[in-house]
């Protein structure tokens, strides 16, 4: 008889919320059921019920970790900057939100599915604010070297709603595949305004 190999509760977890994120690709956040995901992460409803409750659970626990892999994936890009001037953080900033592991199919419906969920459910509503003001307040930071206050802040607000603007649109469009280098492009001519409205000051 073949011994069982019981995994770490860490290694369960990821696989139970990687299995959530299939089930919510292939269904729809509205479709997907506890049920589903269990069978696609090889356990017992139980075993998933165990971890994160219900279904409410276990989709703030998915929600959350997103927003970690997008933190993680800009502070990787932040780190590798060689030239520590404010237009290479905010490039940093702009290629991690459009980085593969952002902008893939699975990935931006995830993200959509939860974006929408958020108008009704309290807790994911709160976590969408915690990814907003994030994006916004590192954008101003570097800003601010650049710019007074309230350029600052319009600068900031300005590219932090051209970054979703461009993801949703991207996102939207299911035919085509993601144009990483076209939407950067349009993000960095954005930036070139902005640098340049400082120099002339």
Known sequence: MKKRIVKPEHERREEIINAAFAVIYEVGLSNTTIAQIAKKAQVSTGIV?????DKQGLMTTCMREMLKRLYQITQQYKSEVNDPQPEHYIKAIVNANFDLSQVNKTAMRVWLDF???SMHTPELARLQR???RRLY?????????LLP???ADIAASGLAALIDGLW?????????????QAVRHIAYDYLEIQFQRAKLK
């Open 49 to 53: 019920s165990h971890y994160f409750g």
């Open 115 to 117: 974006w929408s969920a």
């Open 130 to 132: 915690v990814n907003d």
């Open 137 to 145: 307040s590192n954008l101003k930071y570097q800003f601010l070297k």
């Open 149 to 151: 206050e309230h350029q």
């Open 168 to 180: 949703l649109r991207g996102g939207l469009n299911q035919h085509d595949q993601f144009d990483q």
